[in-house]
């Protein structure tokens, strides 16, 4: 099984924990991530100013997996989401296909219908299915309890995602925690916002919300959080000690990418899986899978 890795921007400069773990999971399921050198930005932070350019950037990565012949599979929700959007938008209009593939031609691409866009938890979900993973899992976390972040992309836009879950009632990546042995618990606050889309211009405002996911996840007894977003990362991990100095004095809530709680289960140690990266420990996980 092979699919065209698309990193996006911000995992190889603030995530490689993610990358790390999801290479090694992909590993051990068979999945085969090819590289693209030539893979830019999704366009996701231009298209506020242009919506045409936007889709034009996100046209040319989707003509370079269109090239590989294989479905795109990326680990941010932003870009899973943009590229996914553009799809949809230009399988379904061919005069807008025809102007984008105009600004495509300099390149040499071209971008043809039928381009398959995939969130790397989607992908495990769809394509790799629930019983293999099931299967694979040699080293229950038993004992564990992980609050599942779903973030605001992962699945939108709704409509393009052919019933892969609730939007508002989400509950794959409860299952997906199950899935690994640990439990997966709800923290009373439902799906919402990191904070991440009003960092750059209102922090305090986005640390409030991010102290909000926190402080339930703390309340709901959680040993951490389990994300599958970089930007949601960015916030509840990289913020959360600013967090902890200005609003939650006590807060110190381990962040988890979810590829790392399932390499555990399927045998990998926490070194392996980037587990150094992570900038707050929970030390009683890492002793249990290190020396077992």
Known sequence: MKAAFFPGCT?????????ISARKVAQ??????????AFQCCGFPVKSLSVH??????????????????PLVTLCSACAGTLGEAAHTLDRDPD?????????????????????????IRYLIEE????????????????????????CHYLKPSEILDGLDDPLRPQTLHRLIDLTGARAVDDGAGPGCCGGGLLGSEEDL?????????????????????????????MLEGQQKKIAKTLLPDLKMPIFF??????????????ELGFKLNRIKNKNLIKTFETE
């Not at 043809?112 to 866009?117: D, I, M, N, S, T």
């Not at 979810?258 to 070194?271: E, I, R, S, T």
């Open 11 to 19: 995992v190889p400069v603030r995530n490689l924990n993610y990358e």
């Open 53 to 70: 350019e936007a889709l034009v950037l996100a046209a040319r990565n989707l003509a370079l997996g269109t090239r590989l012949g294989l």
């Open 128 to 151: 790799v299915g629930w019983e293999r993973m099931e299967r694979a899992v040699v080293r229950p976390l038993e004992g564990f309890k992980f609050n599942p972040h779903y973030g």
């Open 206 to 234: 986005a640390n409030s919300l991010t102290a909000d996911r926190l402080q339930a996840a703390q309340n709901a007894g959680a040993d951490g959080v389990a994300l599958i977003c970089p930007f949601c990362n960015v």
């Open 28 to 37: 051990k399921l068979d999945l085969e991530l090819i590289d693209e050198p």
């Open 96 to 120: 807008l296909r025809q102007e984008i593939n105009k600004s495509l031609a300099p390149l040499g691409l071209e971008y043809e219908p039928g381009q398959k866009v995939f969130h790397y």
């Open 258 to 271: 979810y590829p790392q709680l399932l390499g555990l289960a399927l045998g990998f140690k926490p070194d």
